[in-house]
């Protein structure tokens, strides 16, 4: 099946630690997104990437990091710097670079809950 | 920055009835697409409508954009229980930089009753 996974579905964390939220594709798409969606929100876009090796930073970038090592992976650090890190994360990829041009294809997200 | 803006919030039908939702947007775009977000998962692409285009139809989904007016709006007939999920409009701005992203309104959450 080709599509985008996202692991875990459920991460719960104490507040001052690092956490790493895990996004995979098989979809062969050149560019992936990470989104956040607080609760009655729309999504605000952390970080995206139109090309392996390369990224950019979104509206909220702060307190995050990613890397794009691979063209089917990239994943999200949110880091102790993130003074509001409860919320939704969803991953998205699109076919090409101009992320706004295609439609997006989008995975399950992950909870990210820190007490 | 949110651009785009869902009208209503929320909204309540029965099923076989319509609903219609309204997204308003500020600046030039590319396209408009519309995505569905059942509760607690992730979102689906519905349609894509670009700028040079006035209404698109899917299924039992029909789209209009008016750039005169920065608007547009999705129908849905003859709606179902299925339909229940919040749904969003998301903008993608003629920026001419070479990267156009998406920006997503808040959404609005529809309720169709049995």
């Known amino acids: 099946d080709g599509g985008i996974t996202q692991s875990p579905k459920y991460l719960f964390r104490k507040e001052g630690q690092n956490v790493t939220l895990s996004c995979e594709q098989n979809l062969n798409h050149d560019a992936m997104y990470w989104y956040r969606q607080d609760p009655g929100q729309g999504l605000r876009l952390i970080y995206y990437s139109q090309i392996v090796n390369d990224f950019q930073k979104g509206d909220i970038a702060e307190g995050y990091s990613v890397s794009r090592e691979k063209k089917e992976s990239f994943p999200l650090t949110v880091t102790s710097a993130q003074k509001n890190p409860t919320a939704f994360y969803l991953c998205?990829?699109?076919?090409?670079?101009?992320?706004?041009?295609?439609?997006?294809?989008f995975g399950p997200g992950t909870r990210l809950t820190v007490t | 920055s949110q651009q785009g803006e869902e009208d209503p919030q929320a909204l309540s039908i029965q099923e076989g009835e319509n609903a219609t939702m309204n997204c308003s947007y500020k600046?030039?775009?590319?396209?408009l697409q519309w995505y569905r977000q059942n509760s607690g998962r992730g979102l689906v692409h519905l349609i894509l409508i670009r700028s040079n285009e006035r209404e698109k139809h899917s299924g039992r989904l029909r789209v209009t954009l008016d750039t005169s007016k920065k608007s547009s709006s999705l129908l849905i007939t003859a709606s179902r229980a299925a339909d229940t999920a919040s749904y969003f409009c998301a903008t993608a701005d003629d920026s001419g930089a070479g990267s156009y992203q998406l920006t997503f309104g808040k959404g609005t959450k529809l309720s169709v009753i049995p």
């Open positions: 600046t030039s775009i590319n396209n």
């Open positions: 998205a990829s699109s076919a090409t670079g101009q992320g706004g041009l295609d439609e997006q294809y």
